[in-house]
């Protein structure tokens, strides 16, 4: 069983960044392949970032690309979501979930283990 702790969330203005962490309790991430999901008030969870169980291999939703950096760090303990420029659009909670089977899916359901989230507010 793995948990998954998300952090760094909070309010800030158009054009702001923040810098999202997900962190496995007491136990390394090395194995699975990491995302990103967020809901927004009123729409369903959808995909926003993947990383692969090496870091190398990264995915994009088209609306975050170029804003966006999903990253991990060398001993897995945590996968960082970097977003900048940020637009009121991008107000969500912000989840993390972990594949154990690599699928590299943008499908919630293909994610065994989830975060339960970390609010980030954008204002015009």
């Known amino acids: 069983q793995v948990q998954l702790v998300e952090s760094g969330g909070g309010s800030v203005q158009a054009g702001g960044s923040l810098r999202l962490s997900c962190a496995a309790s007491?136990?390394?991430?090395?194995?699975?392949?990491m995302g990103w999901f967020r809901q927004a008030p009123g729409k369903e969870r959808e995909f926003v970032s993947g990383?692969?169980?090496?870091?190398?291999?990264?995915s994009y939703v088209d609306s975050v690309k170029g804003r966006f950096t999903i990253s991990r760090d060398n001993a897995q303990i945590t996968v960082y979501l970097q977003i900048n420029s940020l637009k009121p659009e991008d107000t969500a909670v912000y989840y993390c979930?972990?594949?154990?089977?690599?699928?590299?899916?943008?499908?919630?359901?293909?994610?065994?283990?989830w975060g339960k989230g970390t609010q980030v507010t954008v204002s015009s």
């Open positions: 979930a972990a594949d154990r089977r690599g699928r590299g899916s943008r499908f919630e359901y293909d994610y065994d283990y």
């Open positions: 007491g136990r390394s991430l090395s194995r699975y392949l």
């Open positions: 990383i692969s169980w090496s870091g190398d291999i990264t």
